[in-house]
């Protein structure tokens, strides 16, 4: 994405988060999302305003009422985007905003774990989440390559739209040296 540093100050802000997620399958205009959030129309005028600005929803269509137009939002054009990737300079300015994005991505994990772990699972069933634990012994440079290969690896499978059956999947990717 284009405006990685905006993108990152705005999802800090959980009503940003909650609209992205809100609009990534079926655009939703200002009402729609103020009902499904339980939230003043006007309290998402800024939000939404922000998040046109860094192209994280897009104006999906237009509906005229009376004298009013109507703009519906879509955040579906981040699901055929490169992942992001942030660090160095990027993570240092917006520290804060990072660790709350990823913790809100963690708990977004937690709970698909929690929830397959509470219910009875047929033979063929994969459930809906997992967590994989590696420990690699290399040199920094190959860290980066590793890195590189694993995110260049799921992006590879971002074009599987003519596949049946098909459903949108999140990796949340993270390594650190010891």
């Known amino acids: 994405m284009k ?3 905006e993108l990152i100050k705005i999802l800090v802000d959980e009503k940003a988060v909650k609209i992205i997620e809100l609009t990534k399958d079926v655009p939703k205009s200002t009402k729609e999302l103020a009902t499904l959030m339980n939230v003043k129309n006007s309290n ?3 939000p939404i305003k922000k998040l046109l600005e860094v192209n994280a929803i897009q104006v999906a269509h237009e509906k005229q009422v009376k004298n009013i137009t109507e703009y519906y939002y879509s955040s579906s054009h981040l699901l055929n985007k490169d992942g992001i990737v942030i ?3 990027q ?3 917006h520290l804060e905003g990072c660790i709350k994005y990823y913790l809100y991505l963690q708990t977004k994990l937690i709970q698909k774990l929690e929830e397959d772990a509470n219910r009875s699972h047929a033979e063929d ?16 440079k190959k860290w980066k390559e590793l890195s590189e290969k694993i995110n ?3 992006d590879s499978y971002r074009d599987n739209e003519e596949v049946e059956d098909v459903e949108t999947f999140n990796y949340i990717i993270g390594s650190y040296k010891e």
């Open 125 to 140: 069933d994969l459930g809906n989440a997992q967590i994989s634990f590696h420990n690699v012994k290399t040199t920094p």
């Open 44 to 46: 998402l005028y800024y």
């Open 3 to 5: 405006h990685t540093n």
């Open 91 to 93: 993570f240092k300015e």
């Open 87 to 89: 660090e160095g300079e």
């Open 152 to 154: 260049n690896l799921i």
